[in-house]
């Protein structure tokens, strides 16, 4: 059975990571964000406004709010929100909750966001972030978000060991909607133990959700971005050059992208000769780097995506 042609078809909406800055008011172990070039930088106001017209002319109709700490630009975000708004592009903002040190502030800037037209708060929580803001703010972000109608979520960064569970136990003890996201060994976490895990034999997906750098560089994945260093695989193009709607065509038409984001990197890598036993060890994103980060390697699975005579499904 081969892959129908529907696999090959543009996704129904077009949703991006909008870095506006790298500037972040905590340093993370964990962060993922480090090693960037320059490590800090923010977009123009006026030059954000821009992109967002053309993302929306684009079909964008997605846009997360990332990068650094968003809301350290409070006033120029919540513009950005509002422009979005009115052009109709549902948002998220991801944020530490830095802001949220008790019921009145947070309120106060939920309730403004909220004014702005925001869709959704993602609260980062991880050991990593709570050495540098209380726990307790995340309880404030979240219950000002209820209150003020606007959907929230907790992102529970882990390493899944048992050092999360006092605050595992704390989000669950304060009813918090909280979804535990896998921690990336990339930026500073790359100095972590890469030790092998053990799961079942995973497809590994991955939705690769386009990113946006605030020099105006677009990666085919807001989690790997710019990480890969020896192949630049996942880099589309610096926006300013050419247009968004070239950009999303390259990463939609890429078939190799497709790839991993219906069939799956673990099938990619089978092909590429990794045992079955080795491949279980992986944790997607390490996976993901060990086959296309490197020239070879990379350049064998390009050219099999390519070929439509190989079976990759059952």
């Known amino acids: 059975m081969f892959i129908c042609l529907s696999f090959f078809r543009k996704r129904d909406m077009r949703t991006i990571a909008f870095g506006y800055s790298t500037l972040c008011n905590l340093k993370c172990g964990h962060c993922v964000a480090k090693g960037e070039v320059p490590e800090t930088a923010t977009m123009d106001p006026g030059r954000a406004k821009e992109l967002i017209h053309g993302l929306a002319a684009a079909g964008v109709r997605g846009i997360s709010f990332t990068a650094g700490e968003p809301l350290i630009f409070f006033n120029e975000i919540k513009e950005l929100v509002r422009l979005c708004c009115n052009l109709g592009i549902y ?8 802001w949220a040190t008790d019921r009145t502030r947070s309120d106060g800037v939920v309730s403004e966001l909220k004014k702005s037209g925001l869709n959704q708060l993602r609260l980062s929580c991880s050991r990593w972030h709570q050495e540098g803001v209380n726990r307790q703010n995340l309880v404030n972000a979240a219950q000002s978000c209820e209150k003020n109608g606007v959907n929230y979520f907790v992102s529970f960064v882990t390493d899944f060991s048992k050092q999360d569970d006092i605050l595992e136990d704390f989000l669950r003890a304060n009813k918090l909607r909280f979804f535990p996201e896998p921690l990336i060994l990339s930026g500073r976490a790359a100095e972590f133990d890469h030790g ?11 939705a690769m959700n386009p990113y946006i750098t605030p020099e105006l560089d677009m990666y085919a994945c807001c989690d790997a971005g710019s990480d890969f260093t020896e192949t630049r695989v996942f880099f589309l193009g610096n926006i ?6 070239a950009l999303f065509e390259k990463t939609e038409q890429n078939r190799l992208f497709k790839l991993i984001r219906t069939v799956g990197i673990s099938a990619l890598a089978l092909f590429a000769g ?3 036993r080795d491949i279980i060890t992986y944790r997607k994103c390490d996976l993901c780097r060990e086959l296309l980060n490197n020239p070879v390697t990379l350049e064998i699975l390009q050219k099999a995506a390519d070929n439509q005579n190989i079976q990759w499904t059952r």
Do not use: K, M
């Open 240 to 245: 300013a050059g050419t247009n968004a709607d």
């Open 91 to 98: 948002t998220r903002i991801v944020t530490n909750s830095f």
């Open 196 to 206: 092998p895990i053990c799961t079942d034999f995973q497809a590994n997906c991955c």
């Open 274 to 276: 990794l045992r079955a």
